[in-house]
């Protein structure tokens, strides 16, 4: 007797579903630079029509991580693609570029149409928000790879910038300012500690009850999806001279900051200097972790860090906050190294 694809716990049809169901939602990304559509082998991206005298192209990827444990509790799938494509377009816009196309891919043991379908909703609406095109795409049905009713997602992001217009940190000198753009939450990361404070199973009573300090459900805080900084920051940069850009992602201030220095300078944050938003109050009363803990485990309250001559402050907040961002001077670049929390 033969044993068929099926039998092994793949269903082709369920994959053909699933492709009809969120092919709305990728073309709804599509632009005058997209060639062809949904179904080829790979993805075609024009970038005939970019006035650059020396266009480089600048790629990052990531994943959600254990975040994804509370869309599966909840049963929620809708915002989750969003966080995929904030991950990669907030890391490349750091170096000045302009999203062009996402790539995302989807993992699961038995594969709902429906849920894909949504997931990828959401990938499309963080590539509406960031400017950029979903072009193409993985969804792999893997039998006994991942619990029932569990996925992963990762995503891919390609950028383009004017060569002499990369940002890059090289010109960043002691005594530059440093302006804070508030995040929308705990964004994609520390999502492994944030699991053992809160829990992540149904029977922890603290996720869907309504928070007198949160303002909200615990559960709906803690999947709000992580805010896309793309059109803000390429406004910005036509306004003011940035000298760099931090994404705060895993190891939060301490790790991300550093790394857009040269050698020899260091920064200053005053924690007093932006409002706190209250879950991080929380996570660190539950943790009982030190500043310098917790400021090296999540974004506490800022997504983004620019870097700009001092002279520039009050235009730099004034063009973010025209964009709809909340923005703060939050401290300062001394000779050194690292970052020190006051």
């Known amino acids: 007797m033969a044993i068929s694809y099926q039998d092994s716990g793949v269903d082709v049809e369920r994959g053909y579903k699933a492709v009809e169901l969120m092919k709305k939602h990728v073309q709804s990304t599509f632009n005058a630079n997209v060639l062809g559509d949904i179904g080829s082998f790979g993805g075609f991206y024009s970038i005939a029509g970019e006035k650059m005298a020396e266009p ?10 254990t975040k994804l444990k509370y869309a599966f509790l909840a049963n929620r799938h809708d915002t989750i693609g969003i966080d995929a494509v904030a991950m990669c377009v907030n890391d490349i816009v750091c170096q000045g570029a302009k ?3 996402f790539l995302d891919y989807f993992a699961t043991g038995k594969l709902s149409p429906e849920v894909v379908a949504t997931v990828v909703s959401g990938v499309a609406e963080g590539c509406r928000q960031a400017g950029c095109a979903l ?14 009713g569990e996925y992963d997602i990762a995503g891919f992001a390609v950028g383009i ?15 530059d300012a440093l302006v804070g753009i508030a995040s929308s939450g705990i964004h994609s990361n520390g999502y492994s500690l944030v699991r ?5 199973s149904g029977n922890s009573h603290d996720l869907d009850r309504y928070d007198d300090r949160l303002k909200d459900k615990v ?3 803690l999947l709000t999806p992580t805010k896309i900084y793309v059109r803000s ?3 910005l940069i036509q306004k003011v001279k940035v000298k760099g850009i931090a994404h705060i992602t895993g190891g939060g201030f301490i790790e991300n900051i550093p790394r857009i220095f040269p050698a020899g300078v260091g920064c200053t944050v005053r924690k007093d200097s932006y409002p706190l938003p209250e879950i991080f109050r929380i996570m660190q009363e539950r943790s009982e972790l030190t500043d310098a803990q917790i400021y090296n485990t999540f974004n506490m309250g800022i997504g983004m860090v620019v870097c700009v001559d001092k002279k520039d402050v009050a235009a730099t907040i004034a063009a973010l906050e025209s964009t709809g961002e909340r923005a703060y001077e939050i401290g300062e670049t001394i000779e050194g190294k690292g970052v020190t929390i006051q």
């Open 219 to 221: 559960l709906n805080v």
């Open 99 to 101: 999203p062009l196309f």
């Open 135 to 148: 072009i193409g795409g993985e969804t792999a049905e893997m039998p006994g790879f991942y619990a029932d």
């Open 56 to 65: 480089v192209l600048v790629a990052g990827t990531d994943g959600v991580g």
């Open 196 to 200: 053992r404070l809160f829990g992540d």
């Open 161 to 175: 910038v004017d060569k002499k217009e990369i940002i890059n940190g090289s010109s960043i000198r002691p005594g």
């Open 233 to 235: 920051i390429l406004s």
